[in-house]
């Protein structure tokens, strides 16, 4: 069972940035939050993850919020390539519980 | 590095076959394991190890059965097919399973069980 809570789907224009939230009111304090996405027909890929503070990376950004409940993956400007299915993921046991995910869509 | 692979990227098979899905990684990783994805739902761990020689149970074990002789390999084997075995298959990766550990995913195979 997942404990992440995600949109089903999102839009954004080309050149755009995007912010996909994620609930996460369960998570302990030593859980990271993950986050993969997986593009049409292919399998799921690291995007970035953290524990506390803010994280960039030259994919995206993760802002965290101060109570750790909730985060928010940032890509600063979006491209037709990131058209994906965006997953925010926690560890439970020895492995990740993929939810449904958020389906991005991104107009030209 | 090729990363992970995994074969055949397609299969059909009628209800009853066995067959043997295929993964293998060369990044040395001693964490691998088994998810399938049905259409609108996420990804569902089937079964997974931690290292050869050591297999365990994911949330969807039934139907299917694994084994890890060496580093490299993690076959998955469908035992005797049902329709509701049709699905992505996805193998995966990373280093010792740990929590801040990447996991690398293979491009899945598609499996349809008539």
């Known amino acids: 069972d997942a404990k992440t809570t995600q949109p089903n789907s999102m839009e954004s224009n080309e050149e755009e940035p995007v912010h996909l939230p994620c609930n996460h009111s369960?998570?302990?304090?030593?859980?990271?939050i993950h986050w993969y996405r997986q593009l049409p027909s292919q399998g799921p890929e690291y995007v970035i993850h953290?524990?506390?503070s803010n994280v960039n990376n030259r994919m995206a950004s993760l802002a965290i919020a101060e109570d750790r409940k909730s985060s928010t993956l940032i890509l600063h400007r979006a491209t037709l390539r990131d058209a994906a299915v965006y997953y925010c993921i926690l560890y439970y046991g020895q492995n990740f519980v993929f939810g449904p995910g958020t389906r991005l869509s991104v107009l030209p | 590095n090729a990363g992970v692979t995994q074969t055949p990227k397609f299969q059909v098979l009628k209800t009853g076959q066995s067959m043997t899905l295929q993964c293998a990684q060369d990044m040395n990783h001693e964490y691998m394991s088994w998810y399938r994805q049905d259409p609108g739902m996420g990804l569902r761990l089937i079964h997974y190890?931690?290292?050869?020689?050591?297999?365990d149970q994911g949330e969807v074990p039934n139907g299917y059965n694994v084994s890890r002789s060496t580093t490299e390999d993690f076959p998955l084997r469908l035992l005797s097919a049902a329709p509701s075995q049709t699905s992505v298959y996805f193998c995966a990766s990373s280093y010792v399973g740990g929590q801040t550990d990447t996991q690398y995913f293979g491009p899945g195979t598609r499996l349809t069980v008539l």
């Open positions: 369960t998570i302990s304090g030593t859980d990271y």
């Open positions: 953290g524990l506390t």
């Open positions: 190890s931690v290292g050869a020689g050591i297999t």
